[in-house]
């Protein structure tokens, strides 16, 4: 599969969005797919069962610890055991999708730039670094 532009996307986006036009609209979808993507994730633990959720208090409280920045990745828990089965995946993959599909409405409706976003957010993330922890 060739790699998308996010310009074609939110034109394709434009193009295909005739219902839900409004911004009310849009921001509800937008919030809505955000929650079946958390959903589908949850779906994937207690039904499936694929993943698992193994979360406890994560070990860098230390000031000592706090430091040593490069050291965070191998001290801290993701939380999560196991990978998604193909199914899990794919129903991820898809709900991610419809969650892409309602941020580049939400871009086309108040003329934001998804590319312009990304590189925004990149470059934020290469100048902070280790240190954009938020
Ligand atoms: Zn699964």
């Given at each position: 599969m060739s790699l998308l532009d996010l310009k074609t996307f939110q034109s394709q986006v434009s193009e295909l969005l005739l219902r839900h036009r409004s911004l009310l609209d849009v921001l509800s979808k937008y919030q809505q797919t955000n929650s079946t993507v958390n959903r589908s994730v949850i779906k994937a633990i207690t039904e499936c069962g694929c993943i698992e959720v193994d979360a406890k208090k994560q070990p860098y409280a230390s000031s000592e610890q706090d430091?040593?920045?490069?050291?965070?990745p191998e001290l801290t828990h993701t939380h999560v055991n196991g990978l998604l089965c193909e199914t899990c995946r794919d129903f991820i993959n898809a709900?991610?999708?419809?969650?892409?599909?309602?941020?580049?409405?939400?871009?086309?409706?108040?003329?934001?730039?998804?590319?312009?976003?990304?590189?925004?957010?990149?470059?934020?993330c290469s100048t902070l670094?280790?240190?954009n922890l938020s």
């Open positions: 430091a040593a920045v490069d050291s965070v709900e991610l999708g419809k969650n892409l599909f309602y941020m580049s409405a939400l871009c086309n409706l108040l003329s934001v730039d998804l590319n312009e976003v990304l590189d925004k957010e990149s470059r934020t670094g280790k240190f």
